[in-house]
């Protein structure tokens, strides 16, 4: 989801919400059981430039 904060001419500022998860293996490459990391859900926030040539 975004939207633009402010649009003068050819130059856009904006802001972005992107969620996500971020899943981590069961098992390391050695073959050791994943107990440490969990997945989890993250939320960034993006500011965006955009210039129109």
């Known amino acids: ?3 633009t904060i402010m ?3 050819k130059i856009q500022f ?3 919400l992107v969620p996500g998860i971020i ?3 069961w098992n390391t490459y050695e ?3 994943n107990d440490v ?3 989890f859900l993250y939320l ?5 430039i955009n210039f129109d040539i």
């Open 1 to 3: 989801m975004g939207f």
């Open 7 to 9: 649009n003068p001419y």
């Open 14 to 16: 904006g802001a972005e």
């Open 23 to 25: 899943f981590w293996g």
């Open 31 to 33: 073959g050791f059981e």
């Open 37 to 39: 990391f969990n997945p």
């Open 44 to 48: 960034k926030l993006r500011l965006v």
